[in-house]
């Protein structure tokens, strides 16, 4: 009944909502332990849109509630059977904590009028809230302050006790009824006239009937949709965890699709939009609640209570220690909608998170390599610094999908590394330069076509600077996407490998047939001077062992009998 009072509609439409989506969802919903009904999100989005079209007091008011609910349902219906829940997965958990941590204020400010005894301006933005609260502070009036104060009290109480000691649970339950009975007959005995009732309610179950008033429907698509994305959220985010814990696998397809038959059912049942509760589901959890059938006992709590619960500052504290980016979101979601209204700063919060995903998408992490002393392990410099690389050769990973979005980043990158040399950990022969580019693609789980011909490209700049580029351990699709391309031919088989040690191996043997090269042969004329892949030919069979080469040997060359057996190429070498 609260949740239909802020929702704008007469207190029976609230138990309407808490009736038969519940029996509808307990035979179609997933989840054993979700209670569906009427929220306090939701109910506020309901009286912020519809507010703003018609007065609450009017009939099209409760028919344009009814009908959202039917709207919302057909959606949810949709995405279910579409096996769209993954849609859900761009939405952040910082943008839905400062969004539910805004709307709690607002809520809560929002039901302000019912403790101070006069009217305040309805809105979903905290100034015009406030400054309504400021403006009427003349008719405030202390018996209603009281009572909701001390019945707020015992529901605090009530759930405190309840959650830190495990033989109270039964008080959280509990400290709703207990709030409405003391509250009932306090007002039963005295009958304080500054105290407004509910009132009567209409007796027996609701009626079937057709939604009504369809030529409102294209006004409603933007909240239909902004409540359906608050509903699943709510929803398929508390059924997971509920699930998680008591130890069986929830479907969010098929958790969607029950949410939304029973909206529709309820549309024709003199329902408003309902959805699953985070406070009446945490109740039913601590109950042992086993099946879909519980939720059909379950009680509403009061507004305030239940948004003090989600009043997520924890969240906000947890997110500055771990990561400022997160922060960051949580605090322009919280104060776009505390500031902007509800729908904004849904969309504010959404928006933000989508440029943070394709921002670190188009700039993924790239990291040069070096071995770790006394193994074959190649890993990040930065994390590892005891790592060594070796002279005339760059080993870089790339660890994301190479698309057209983030090509042009990789590529600068490369040539960043390909200039900016640490000679302080370097070992091998030393050169002037860098001769070979290693590219370590085992966390590459994707290439497009624009990434491929922008990898060609790089051949062939990297050719024209005397620069051999060798790949390492692609995975099968990967692999299978540049064989097709051309690309495997153009690099060449024999500078594909398995491992990143391989390639190192056969790039340190030509590194030192180019220093031996370089000694002993003097310099030619710009136009006869022989390319890398020139001189490699030339002393094909020639170099150093791989211990010799690695510890920078810098005598003359000898045959090498001592390569590693284990070095594989990745492909064939046959045509």
């Not at 490369?414 to 000679?423: C, Q």
């Amino acid at each position: 009944m609260s949740y239909a009072k802020l929702a704008g509609l007469e207190p029976i439409y609230g138990l309407y909502s808490g009736f038969v989506p519940v029996f509808v969802y307990a035979i179609f919903g997933s989840s054993r332990q979700l209670a569906v009904g009427p929220v306090a999100l939701v109910s506020l989005l309901v009286s912020n849109v519809l507010g703003g079209i018609v007065d609450s007091s009017d009939a099209l008011y409760t028919e344009l509630a009814i009908l959202l609910a039917l709207m919302v349902g057909i959606l949810e219906c949709i995405m279910g059977l579409l096996r769209l829940g993954w849609i859900m997965r761009f939405i952040s958990h910082s943008v839905i904590s400062g969004f539910t941590t805004a709307s709690a204020i607002v809520i809560g400010l929002s039901q302000a009028k019912y403790f101070l005894g006069y009217s305040i301006v309805r809105s979903s933005k905290i100034v015009p809230l406030i400054k309504s609260i400021i403006s009427g502070i003349d008719g405030f009036s202390w018996p209603p302050f009281v009572m909701g104060s001390v019945i707020l009290a015992i529901l605090l109480v009530m759930k405190h006790l309840g959650k830190t000691r495990k033989y109270l649970r039964f008080l959280r339950a509990a400290g709703p009824l207990t709030a409405v009975v003391v509250g009932t007959t306090f007002v039963k005995i005295f009958n304080p006239s500054s105290i407004s009732l509910v009132g009567d309610i209409p007796q027996g179950l609701p009626t079937f009937s057709i939604p009504k008033e369809f030529g409102y429907v294209k006004s409603l698509i933007p909240t239909a949709l902004l409540i359906t994305g608050v509903a699943i959220l709510e929803s398929v985010g508390i059924a997971k965890a509920l699930a998680a814990k008591n130890g069986y696998e929830l479907d969010s397809n098929q958790e969607l699709f029950g949410l939304g038959v029973a909206n529709v059912c309820g549309a024709f049942f003199s329902a408003y939009p309902t959805t699953g509760s985070f406070s009446r589901s945490a109740v039913n959890h601590e109950s042992g609640a086993k099946t879909g059938v519980s939720g059909i006992c379950a009680l509403a709590a009061i507004v305030i209570s239940a948004v003090i619960g989600l009043v997520d500052y924890d969240e906000a504290i947890f997110l500055w220690r771990v990561d400022k980016k997160d922060f960051l979101l949580w605090t322009i979601t919280f104060v776009a909608t505390l500031f902007l209204g509800i729908e904004i700063g849904v969309l504010i919060g959404v928006g933000v998170s989508l440029a943070f995903v394709i921002h670190e998408s188009a700039n993924p992490h790239i990291a040069v390599l070096g071995r770790l002393p006394g193994t074959t392990v190649y890993r990040n410099k930065e994390q590892y610094p005891d790592a060594y690389t070796y002279n005339g050769i760059v080993i870089v990973r790339i660890d994301a999908p190479i698309y057209f979005a983030n090509i042009s980043y990789i590529k600068d990158r490369l040539r960043e590394y390909e200039l900016e040399v640490d000679r302080s950990t370097r070992r091998g022969p030393e050169v002037d330069r860098v001769y070979f580019v290693i590219l370590e693609m085992a966390p590459v789980t994707y290439v497009d076509s624009s990434a491929v011909q922008a990898l060609k490209d790089l051949y062939h700049e990297y050719t024209s600077r005397d620069i051999q580029l060798a790949i390492s351990n692609p995975n099968r699709d990967v692999l299978l996407t540049l064989s097709k391309s051309g690309l495997v031919d153009l690099i060449g088989k024999d500078w594909c490998f398995v491992r990143v040690h391989d390639a190192v191996q056969v790039c340190l043997q030509h590194v030192q047939t180019i220093k031996e090269t370089s000694k002993t042969t003097a310099d030619p004329s710009p136009q006869e001077k022989p390319s890398l892949l020139q001189r490699l030919l030339r002393q094909h069979g020639e170099g150093l062992s791989i211990p010799e080469l690695e510890s920078g040997y810098q005598g003359q060359s000898i045959s090498s009998t001592e390569t590693d057996p284990q070095l594989e190429p990745l492909l064939s070498r046959k045509s």
